[in-house]
C-alpha cells in the first residue's frame, strides 16, 4: 500500500512537471519551451495567473514590390477555464480579397506529447458582425481551435498572413511588449528593402534592435527583444500604450504624404445620384438654421442606415461610395462617414475628415499612424456651426467637449496631428447654486439657481438649439443635485462654446416623510461635472489600481444649497470638513445667516494625470464628494414639529 501511495505521488509530481520536463523546442526550432517556462515559475507566481505568454513574436516584412506579409507566432501557458476560453480558440480577422492566410501550426502540449489540430480545427468563417453586410464579405477570420485541452497546458499557434498582388499605397501599426498577461519573451521584427531608413518611434523602454538582413528576399532586417513583462496595468485605460513599451512604425514618410493619401481616398467616394438629392432637399425644406440641418442629417443617416461596428482600416484603400452605403442601409464608421460629408456638403455644410487621440494630450511621436487615434469622423463647419461629427453614434458634438485638450488631426490639411483646446495649466470650473425656500400654502419647495461652467465643462453642444435643450439639460443638472426637482423656466447670460451661465427656476415636490417625520434632501453630483468626465476605468470600489488616471481638465466644482428657514428645521447636515492631499482638495462648510442655512461642497483636481500610486489620494477626494453623509439633509416642517409636541402632551396626560 505505502509502494502505490508512493509511485501516485510520484506520477502526481511528473504529471505536474510535464511541460517544463518534455515541451522542448517551439515549432520553428528556436525557443526552448521547458526553459521559457522555467522562466516564468521564478519571474512570476503561477498559481496566482490566468495564463502566461511564454513567447509573442510578429515579423512585419514591406516587400519591394509593395506586398506586406506578416508573420505571428504565439506560445501561451493557460492555467484557467477563463485562460481556456480566451486562448483555446483563436479568431484571426485577414481580407480574403487582397490576402492569403497560411496556417503553419496549432497545437497543445499536454501528457509528455504534441496534439496537432487536423484540417478540422481550422474553419474559415464570415465574421459574425458582417453577418448580414453582404458588401463586406470579403472579410474572413480563420478560426485556430486547440485539441485536447487540459489544464495546465501549453497552446502553440504560428500563422502567415500576405497579400496576394500589391494593393496598397502603404501600410503602418504598432506593437506593444506588453499584453493582458505577463510575457516571458516578446520580440518585433520588422522588414524593408535593403538601404531604406526605417521610418519608427520606439519608446524608452525598448532596447536597441538586432540587426539583419534576408538575401532571398532583399530586405535589412531589424529586430527588438524584451522580457520578462509583466501584465499590461490595471484597469485597462483608453490608451495604454502611452506608458508601456512599444513599437510604431510606417511606410509613410511623413503626416502630410499620409494625409493626402486618406483625404484623397475620402473625397473620392462621396458623390451622390439626384434621387438622393431630392431626398435630402426634402428634409431639409423647414429646417431653419445650419446646426438645424446638421443635426437633421445625422437623424437621417441613423434612421436610414445600419451601424456596423468593425474597424475600417481594411477598407481605405479603396472605400465603398456614399450612394452604395444609403442603399444597402449599413456602414461601418468610414462609409457613414462618408455618406454623412456627401450629405453635409450638399447642404452647404464644410466638411473635412478628422481623427482624434483615444486618450488626452497630445499623441504625435513623429511617424505617421492611426494606432492610437480613434477612427474616422468628421469636422463640419458653417454659419454658427463648429461641430465634431462621430459616424459611429450619429451625433453632431457643436463644442468643446469632445476635442477639449485631445489630438486632432485633419488629413490632408495638417502638416502634423496637434492639440487645438489645452488643459495645461487651465483650470475648468462648474458651479451650481440652488436656492430653495418652503411654499406651505403649495406644500412644496420653490426657488431658483445658478449654473456656470467653462472650458471642458461647458454644456454648450448640449443646450444650442431650437427644441428645448437649454432647458432639458439644465433639467438634467437640476434633477441630478435634487432628484424630483423640476426647471420651471430659465434666462441666459453667456451662452458660447467656452463658457455658459445660466440662471433657472424649479420647483420641488415635498419628500415624502420617512418614519420619523423627516425629510430626506439629498444633494448629489451635478450632471457635465466632474464625475461625468472621468474615464470609464475610474471605479471607487477600487482600492488599488497600477494604472493612471487621465482625465481631460484641470478640474474645480462647486456645489451650493441655499435654504430658507421659513417653516423648516434643520435635523441634520453635514459636519464641517476639509481634506487637502496630493491629488487636490474637498471642503463642505455650512453656516447660517437671515434665517437661512448655506451648505457648500467644493471639489478641486489638480492634475490631468494621476500616476498609480496617487491614486488614494485621488479615490479620498472623489469618496469624500460622494459620500452620502455629505450630501444628506434632514428637515422637518415646523408644523409636524409643533404636532408632535401636541402628541407627546398628550401622551404624558
Known amino acids: 500500500m505505502k509502494n502505490m501511495i508512493l509511485i501516485l505521488a510520484i506520477s502526481a509530481i511528473l504529471a505536474t512537471c510535464t511541460p517544463t520536463v518534455w515541451a522542448q523546442k517551439t515549432i520553428f526550432g528556436m525557443q526552448d519551451i521547458s526553459k521559457l517556462l522555467k522562466v516564468a515559475e521564478k519571474s512570476f507566481d503561477l498559481s496566482g495567473e490566468d495564463a502566461v505568454i511564454l513567447f509573442d513574436s510578429k515579423e512585419v516584412n514591406w516587400l519591394h514590390n509593395g506586398k506586406l506579409l506578416t508573420h505571428i507566432h504565439r506560445i501561451i501557458w493557460i492555467n484557467t477555464e477563463i485562460a481556456k476560453r480566451k486562448y483555446g480558440d483563436h479568431r484571426i480577422p485577414y481580407d480574403d480579397a487582397h490576402c492569403y492566410f497560411k496556417e503553419i501550426t496549432v497545437r497543445t502540449w499536454r501528457d509528455g506529447q504534441w496534439w496537432v489540430t487536423g484540417s478540422t480545427g481550422v474553419v474559415e468563417t464570415l465574421p459574425f458582425k458582417l453577418e448580414k453586410a453582404y458588401d463586406y464579405t470579403n472579410m474572413r477570420e480563420m478560426m485556430l481551435l486547440h485539441n485536447g485541452i487540459e489544464l495546465p497546458c501549453i497552446l502553440e499557434i504560428a500563422y502567415t498572413i500576405g497579400d496576394k498582388e500589391p494593393f496598397r499605397s502603404g501600410a503602418e501599426g504598432l506593437w506593444t511588449f506588453s499584453r493582458e498577461e505577463p510575457v516571458i519573451q516578446s520580440w518585433f521584427t520588422y522588414g524593408l528593402p535593403a538601404g531604406q531608413m526605417p521610418n519608427l518611434f520606439t519608446s524608452e523602454d525598448v532596447p536597441e534592435p538586432e540587426k539583419d538582413t534576408d538575401e532571398e528576399l532583399g530586405l535589412d532586417i531589424y529586430r527588438w527583444k524584451m522580457g520578462p513583462l509583466e501584465a499590461i496595468p490595471r484597469p485597462h485605460t483608453d490608451d495604454p500604450v502611452g506608458y508601456i513599451p512599444h513599437i510604431i512604425w510606417s511606410t509613410w514618410r511623413n503626416w502630410k504624404e499620409y494625409g493626402n493619401y486618406l483625404n484623397d481616398s475620402f473625397k473620392t467616394a462621396t458623390r451622390l445620384d439626384e434621387s438622393l438629392k431630392k431626398s435630402l432637399d426634402s428634409l431639409l425644406v423647414n429646417a431653419r438654421t445650419i446646426p438645424e440641418k446638421a443635426d437633421l442629417i445625422a437623424e437621417f443617416i441613423n434612421k436610414r442606415v445600419r451601424f456596423i461596428d468593425y474597424p475600417e482600416h481594411y477598407w481605405w484603400p479603396s472605400p465603398r461610395q456614399a450612394l452604395r452605403t444609403y442603399k444597402t442601409a449599413y456602414g461601418h464608421r468610414l462609409d457613414r462617414a462618408i455618406l454623412a460629408a456627401a450629405l453635409f456638403e450638399e447642404a452647404g455644410i464644410k466638411t473635412c475628415p478628422v481623427f482624434l487621440g ?86 412644496c419647495f420653490t426657488g431658483n439657481g445658478y449654473l456656470c461652467a467653462d472650458n471642458c465643462f461647458s454644456p454648450y453642444d448640449r443646450m444650442e438649439g431650437l427644441a428645448q435643450e437649454s432647458k432639458k439639460y439644465l433639467g438634467s443638472v437640476v434633477s441630478s443635485l435634487i432628484e424630483g426637482a423640476e426647471v420651471t423656466g430659465f434666462n441666459p447670460s453667456v451662452f458660447n462654446r467656452s463658457r455658459v451661465v445660466m440662471g433657472f427656476e424649479l420647483e420641488l415636490e415635498k419628500p415624502e416623510q420617512d418614519e420619523s417625520g423627516r425629510l430626506k434632501i439629498i444633494v448629489g453630483e451635478p450632471s457635465g461635472g466632474v464625475f461625468d468626465h472621468l474615464p470609464a476605468d475610474v471605479h471607487l470600489y477600487h482600492q488599488m489600481r497600477s494604472s493612471q488616471v487621465q482625465i481631460p481638465c484641470l478640474m474645480n466644482q462647486v456645489v451650493e444649497l441655499r435654504l430658507d428657514l421659513e417653516g423648516l428645521d434643520v435635523i441634520y447636515h453635514a459636519t464641517d470638513q476639509s481634506l487637502e492631499n496630493g491629488a487636490g482638495s474637498f471642503s463642505i462648510k455650512t453656516h447660517r445667516k437671515d434665517n ?48 408632535n409636541h401636541i402628541k407627546k402632551d398628550n401622551t404624558k396626560k
Not at 467644493?602 to 498609480?612: A, G, V
Not at 496617487?614 to 479620498?620: G, N, P
Open 596 to 643: 437661512k442655512i448655506v451648505i457648500t461642497r467644493k471639489l478641486n483636481l489638480t492634475k490631468t494625470i494621476y500616476q498609480p500610486e496617487e491614486w488614494l489620494a485621488l479615490r479620498s477626494l472623489l469618496l469624500s464628494d460622494s459620500h452620502e453623509k455629505n450630501q444628506t439633509l434632514f428637515l422637518k416642517t415646523t408644523k409636524n414639529t409643533k404636532d
Open 358 to 443: 483615444k486618450s488626452y494630450g497630445l499623441v504625435d511621436e513623429g511617424v505617421p499612424a492611426l494606432s492610437r487615434m480613434v477612427g474616422v469622423g468628421l469636422w463640419v463647419s458653417g454659419d454658427d456651426l463648429e461641430a465634431y461629427y462621430d459616424p459611429a453614434s450619429g451625433t453632431v458634438f457643436n463644442g468643446l467637449t469632445r476635442i477639449y485638450n485631445r489630438t486632432i488631426w485633419f488629413p490632408g490639411f495638417d502638416d502634423k496631428p496637434s492639440v487645438l483646446t489645452t488643459a495645461e495649466n487651465k483650470q475648468s470650473y462648474i458651479e451650481v447654486r440652488i436656492d430653495l425656500a418652503f411654499d406651505t400654502q403649495k406644500d
